[in-house]
C-alpha cells in the first residue's frame, strides 16, 4: 500500500508512468465469454449439474405424485413451503436448474465452435515438413539402400498412404536429397469433438423429452378397458409443451391375464395379457403383451408393468341398501401375492356412517398353528379376505383426492368385539358376513384378475440412444487412436558407389503423449519400405524425464 501525503500533486507523479486503460463493458463481455467456454468452467457446470439433479431423488416431485407433495408440505409446515418456493418439488423444471442446464449447453457450444474450426483447419492442412535433425524423436533408425533417394521415397509415400493409411508429402530438399513426411491419427481429435456434439446432442435430447413427453399409469381388471384420455388414468405426467388433445385415439380392453409360476421355488416364469385395442378406421383387434414386450400403439408404448388379484365384494348398509359392489384391486407384497387392500365404503341412503374395510387377501390361504393366515401359493386355489372394520367419515365427501390403497383413521372408529379386541372378517368366496356394530353385511362374490399398465410416449428416446452410442463411439476414438508423425529422408552416399549401398536412410517418429506403440509402428514401415528389419533406436519417456531433471 502506498501513502501519498497531503498537498502533495500529481506533478511528482513519475513521467514514464501510464495509467492502466480501462477494460470497459466489452472487455468485460469477452472476458466473461472465455471463463464460461473454457474446460474448467464447463467440467464445473456438469458436477453441478449433477449436485442439483440430488433434490429431485430426495424430495417429492409435484410432476411425479401431487399428493404427496402436499403432504409433505402439510407435514413439515413452514420448512415445506420454503421448500416450495426454492423449487425443491419441482427441481427439474426449477429456474435455478433450467440456468445450470442452458449454461452447460452454451458452454459446451462455446468450446466446440473454435475447436471444430482448428480442427477442419488441421484436417486439410498438409502435414509438417521433415526436420533437420531425428536425434530428440522417441523412436528413431537409420539405414541404407541400393535404390535411389527419390524412388525410396516414392515407395515410402505409397507404403505410408496406402498400407498404413497416412496422409503424405514428398519433399525434394535439393543436392539430391528426398524426404517424407507422414501423418495419421487426426480420428483421436475428431472423436473428441464428436463426443462433445454427443453431450450437446444428448442436453437437447433431454430437453425437448421433457417438453414434450407424456407418462401414464391405469389398472385395468380383466373384462373391462380404458379409453386414452387423461381422465382415465390413475396418475398422468407429461411435458409442459405437450398437449392431452394430441394423445392417440384407441380403447384398450383386458380380455385376459395369465400368469405362470415355477411349482417348486414359485419362481414367476411368464406373465401373458391378452387385450383388445381398437383404433380409428380399423376393427378391433386381439394383441399380447408381455413384461418387455410392449405394445406399440401410433408411438406410444403401452407396458405391462405388474398384476394382482381384484376380489368382487358387495356392501349393502343397516337399510339393506347396496352401497358398493365390483372388484377392488388389491396389491401384492410378496412372492406368493399375499394382497393388501383398502375397500372404501360411501354412503348411499344418507345418515349412515362410512365404512373402511382394510386387510389382505390370500390367494391360496392357509392357518399357522398360532391361528394367523397366510398365504402359500400365488395362483388363487383357495382364496380367502381377512379385513378389519372402521367406520366413520372416510372423508369422501370433501373433494380432495385420496389414495385409494391407503385408509386415513384419523376419523374412523375400528369396530372391536365384546371383549375390546378388534374384529377381523375371514370371508371366503361366496360367503357372506354381517359387519359389526349393526353396519351392515359384506359379500365376497368372486376373485377376478388386474393388470397394471404403463403408457409412454417420448419423441426423444431413439435421438438419446444415437446420441449416446455416438458419445461412446466418440470416446473410445480420443482414447484409443493414436495420434503420429512419421518421417523419413534419404539422402545420396557420399564415396564409392560400386557394389554397395547409394543411399543412407534415416526415419524419426512421433506421438502424442505415450505411445508404446510407435516404435514397432516404425519399424513396420521400415521393413515395408527397405525389405528387411531395421532396429529402433530412441529416448524412451523415463529417459526423457530423467533429462528434465538432471542438474
Request: proline content about 7%.
Amino acid at each position: 500500500m502506498s501513502y501519498r501525503p497531503e498537498g502533495l500533486d500529481d506533478a511528482f507523479t513519475p513521467a514514464g508512468a501510464a495509467a492502466a486503460p480501462a477494460i470497459g463493458v466489452v472487455g468485460w463481455l469477452r472476458w466473461a465469454w472465455r471463463q464460461l467456454t473454457s474446460m474448467r468452467v464447463a467440467l464445473l457446470l456438469l458436477v453441478l449439474l449433477a449436485v442439483a439433479a440430488v433434490p429431485g431423488t430426495v424430495f417429492p416431485q409435484r410432476g411425479q405424485d401431487a399428493a404427496k407433495v402436499t403432504g409433505y408440505i402439510a407435514e413439515h409446515g413452514a420448512v415445506g413451503i420454503w421448500l416450495d418456493r426454492l423449487g425443491f418439488f419441482d427441481v427439474y423444471t426449477s429456474a435455478w436448474f433450467s440456468a445450470i442446464y442452458l449454461l452447460l449447453f452454451v458452454s459446451l457450444v462455446g468450446c466446440i465452435l473454435p475447436r471444430s474450426r482448428q480442427h477442419w483447419s488441421a484436417v486439410r492442412a498438409r502435414p509438417p515438413r521433415t526436420p533437420r535433425r531425428f536425434t530428440r524423436f522417441p523412436a528413431q533408425a537409420t539405414s541404407s539402400s541400393s535404390d535411389e533417394p527419390e524412388a525410396l521415397v516414392r515407395r515410402a509415400a505409397a507404403v505410408l498412404a496406402r498400407g498404413r493409411r497416412y496422409r503424405v508429402d514428398v519433399h525434394d530438399e535439393g543436392a539430391g536429397v528426398w524426404s517424407a513426411s507422414a501423418e495419421r491419427g487426426y480420428l483421436r481429435d475428431s472423436g473428441n469433438l464428436v463426443f462433445h456434439l454427443a453431450l450437446v446432442g444428448l442436453l437437447v435430447a433431454v430437453a425437448t423429452g421433457q417438453l414434450l413427453h407424456y407418462r401414464a399409469q391405469v389398472i385395468v381388471v380383466a373384462g373391462t378397458g380404458f379409453a386414452n384420455a387423461q381422465t382415465s388414468f390413475d396418475t398422468f405426467e407429461r411435458g409442459r409443451a405437450f398437449d392431452p388433445a394430441r394423445l392417440e385415439p384407441f380403447t384398450l380392453r383386458l380380455d385376459d391375464f395369465e400368469s405362470r409360476f415355477d411349482p417348486v421355488t414359485l419362481a414367476a416364469r411368464d406373465f401373458t395379457a391378452r387385450v383388445t385395442l381398437t383404433e380409428p378406421g380399423a376393427g378391433p383387434s386381439v394383441r399380447i403383451i408381455k413384461v418387455n414386450d410392449p405394445l406399440n400403439v401410433g408411438g406410444t408404448q403401452i407396458y405391462l408393468m405388474g398384476n394382482g388379484y381384484a376380489p368382487h365384494v358387495t356392501v349393502r348398509d343397516a337399510s339393506g341398501v347396496v352401497a358398493l359392489s365390483g372388484p377392488v384391486p388389491f396389491l401384492p407384497q410378496d412372492r406368493v401375492y399375499t394382497s393388501r387392500g383398502v375397500v372404501k365404503v360411501p354412503d348411499v341412503s344418507g345418515g349412515q356412517p362410512q365404512i373402511g374395510l382394510v386387510g389382505y387377501l390370500l390367494p391360496t390361504a392357509a392357518q399357522t398353528p398360532a391361528g394367523s393366515w397366510i398365504s402359500i401359493y400365488p395362483q388363487p386355489t383357495a382364496p380367502l379376505l381377512v379385513l378389519s372394520v372402521w367406520s366413520g367419515d372416510l372423508g369422501l365427501d370433501t373433494g380432495v383426492p385420496q389414495n385409494v390403497y391407503r385408509l386415513d383413521e384419523s376419523g374412523l372408529t375400528q369396530a372391536v368385539d365384546s371383549s375390546g379386541a378388534p374384529v377381523t372378517l375371514v370371508v371366503r368366496p361366496g360367503q357372506t358376513v354381517t359387519l359389526p356394530n349393526g353396519l351392515g353385511t359384506l359379500t365376497f362374490d368372486g376373485i377376478t384378475r388386474f393388470a397394471a399398465f404403463d403408457l409412454r410416449r417420448d419423441p426423444a428416446l431413439g435421438w438419446l440412444l444415437g446420441f449416446a452410442l455416438a458419445a461412446l463411439g466418440g470416446l473410445a476414438a480420443s482414447l484409443f487412436v493414436p495420434r503420429r508423425r512419421v518421417w523419413l529422408r534419404a539422402a545420396p552416399l557420399i564415396g564409392d558407389r560400386a557394389g554397395g549401398p547409394v543411399a543412407v536412410v534415416t526415419a524419426a517418429g512421433l506421438a502424442r503423449g505415450d505411445d508404446v506403440g510407435l516404435a514397432p509402428e516404425l519399424g513396420r514401415i521400415l521393413a515395408a519400405v527397405l525389405g528387411h528389419p531395421v532396429p529402433i533406436t530412441g529416448r524412451t519417456s523415463a529417459d526423457h524425464d530423467a533429462r528434465k531433471e538432471s542438474p
